[in-house]
């Protein structure tokens, strides 16, 4: 493929054919930005931008996401925006883990995150932004409750290599944690009917924090606007 006109900054998003993703694609193509967008079948139905590449990415899979790095490095030679957002929540609304549920969770939720990420790091420009797509679920802070085991824990270590990341990066990229709302979406059925926002909302708050001047290490709550604590 040709590289992207140069005035375009190019986020890659995780998770990007449905729910907060697909909304957060649309919105940053709207705003003249070139996505590089990931889904687990590669395929985007009725979908197509002069400003898109799609990429096939199973998070869950070694093989997937070294393949996925192999086009990426092939095809672009800098990313501006990496955004974390393909996750799942099987165990979302059940109290006692259970174990197959447990690893599934964590290998896409923080393994595949975290081994997607790390080659990508050269690759985003100097005051390049990595947002990492997590919940207050996983706050410690402000956990009063008893369900999902799983998906709360692995929000908790996705904020902790939020702050490793931080550290690590200073000064040179900008890193975040943010807390989308909670959004009607498919992760679980009772968002659809339950849920605040919808995925069009909650990506313009992303996108409104993305590109407004933020501290490095922030976990953001974009539903009120305000920081959450870790």
Known sequence: MTEPHKMNK????????????????????????????TSRSGKFK?????????????????????????????????????????????????????????????????????FFTEPLIELINENGII???????????VCELTDSVAYRMSKSALNMYTKILTNRLKDKIKVASIHPGWVKTTIIESNLKNGRLTPEQSADNIFEFLTNEFDSGTFWNSENGTELLW
């Open 10 to 37: 190019i986020a890659l998003i995780t998770g990007a054919s449905k729910g907060i993703g697909k909304a957060l694609t649309d919105k940053m193509l709207n705003e003249n930005f070139f996505v590089i967008g």
């Open 46 to 114: 009725n979908f197509e931008h002069i400003n898109f590449y799609s990429l096939k990415l199973d998070l869950s899979n070694t093989e997937s996401i070294e393949k996925a790095h192999k086009e990426i490095f092939g095809n672009f030679k800098h990313i501006d925006f990496l955004i974390n957002n393909a996750g799942i929540g099987p165990d979302l609304d059940t109290y006692i883990p259970e174990k197959e549920s447990f690893n599934r969770t964590f290998d896409v939720n923080v393994t595949g995150t975290v």
């Open 131 to 141: 947002l990492n797509v997590s919940s207050k679920m996983g706050s410690l802070d």
